[in-house]
């Protein structure tokens, strides 16, 4: 058994060069310290959920840093989405620290939120936004922090196989890949993935924030949403949004809809969005308003893309009969039904 904690660094996708040294400065810097395992993957939203990266980062065992240009929640639900489940874990630097003495905005209402249905497992998952600060050492020093107050055991893959290559782990995707592998030179490598496929386009749900309503899989009309066997929401067909459009993060009546890589912070995750419930949505999204609502908007997002993709516009933003009252009625017939067949029994 060793301590090690596993550290997760997502590539930006536009290969801007002071990007991609932003994050080399930052493996390296990692490379040397003692229980530290570095992979480098390529962008966290564009990995295809059955390719090798998202099988490397599912097999990793124990707390997890992933450091990524997202906003934290976005890598959050990414990851949850990908059956990579844990429990936040507090981060210092972060891409929009709270002013001092203010705390986070918290719900004040009821509403049973689905996170609050589900068993989340006793690992932690630390997110740092990239562009939450500049010199690398600043990364450094947090993941150092965090390594050093939360030290976890995790069997490393050396200790099970007497030590693989780099190479050899991250084409196989097991568990608890191990950042100092040595290369064939002597000198200590991080393991990398490399990218497979192209950019994407997709929602991701907080599931901190959604209450099931069902108002985005009747607005997408797209066949994006659908359920699980719980009759849970969930992104089941993600590559069928179209992109650029983020029409249904508008509709949420949660705002628990990201588009990640979408360029107004609220839409991509910010935690600006966590008090947007009080004020003016559109202005918010950053869309031209002109008195119309977030939903009006919506409407209009969703019917150019129908256009695009050389379907009839629909119009307003309720089209279909919204599924929770189908369900409602459908359960009033039922009822209905089982009352006339009793007074049928006439007993
Ligand atoms: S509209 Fe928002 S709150 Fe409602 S089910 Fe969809 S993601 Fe959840
Ligand atoms: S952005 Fe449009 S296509 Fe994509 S999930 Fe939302 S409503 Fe559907």
Request: with cysteine; net charge negative; charged share 25%.
């Amino acid at each position: 058994m060793s301590k090690r904690i596993s550290v997760v660094v997502s590539q930006s996708p536009s290969k801007n060069p002071a990007k991609r040294k932003l994050e080399e400065d930052i493996v390296l810097g990692l490379l040397l310290e003692p229980g530290i395992d570095v992979t480098v993957v390529p962008n966290l939203y564009d990995i295809k959920p059955d390719s090798t990266g998202m099988l490397a980062l599912q097999g990793m065992a124990g707390n997890m840093v992933v450091v990524a240009w997202l906003y934290e929640r976005a890598t959050h639900w990414i990851l949850d989405r990908n059956g990579i489940n844990g429990q936040v874990g507090k981060v210092f630097l972060t891409s929009e620290p709270a002013e001092e003495g203010e705390e986070q905005p918290v719900d004040e209402d009821d509403k049973l939120r689905v996170i609050e249905t589900r068993e989340i497992p006793d690992r932690k998952i630390y997110a740092l936004d990239l562009r939450s600060a500049n010199p690398p050492q600043a990364f450094i020093d947090e993941i150092k922090r965090i390594h050093s107050e939360n030290v976890v055991q995790v069997v490393g893959l050396g200790d099970l196989t007497g030590g693989l290559t780099s190479t050899a782990v991250a084409s196989t995707g097991e568990t608890a890949m191990r950042a100092d592998s040595v290369s064939a030179t002597g000198e200590s490598v991080p393991n990398r993935i490399e990218a497979e496929g192209g950019r994407r386009w997709y929602p991701v749900i907080d599931y901190s924030r959604c209450t099931n309503c069902m108002e985005c899989v009747d607005f997408c009309l797209f066949g994006v949403y659908g359920v699980d066997r719980i009759d849970t929401i969930l992104v089941e067909q993600p590559d069928n949004c179209r992109k650029g459009c983020p029409a249904c993060s508008r509709v949420c009546p949660e705002n628990a809809i990201m588009f990640p890589q979408h360029k107004t912070p609220a839409i991509a995750g910010s935690a600006e969005s966590a008090a947007s419930m009080k004020i003016d949505l559109s202005q918010l999204f950053g869309a031209p308003s002109d008195g119309k609502t977030a939903e009006q908007i919506a409407a209009i997002e969703r019917d150019e893309q129908l256009i695009l993709a050389g379907r009839d516009a629909v119009g307003g933003p309720t089209v279909l009969p919204k599924r929770h009252e189908v369900r409602e009625v459908a359960a009033t017939d039922k009822l209905d039904d089982l009352v006339d067949q009793l007074n049928d029994l006439d007993i």
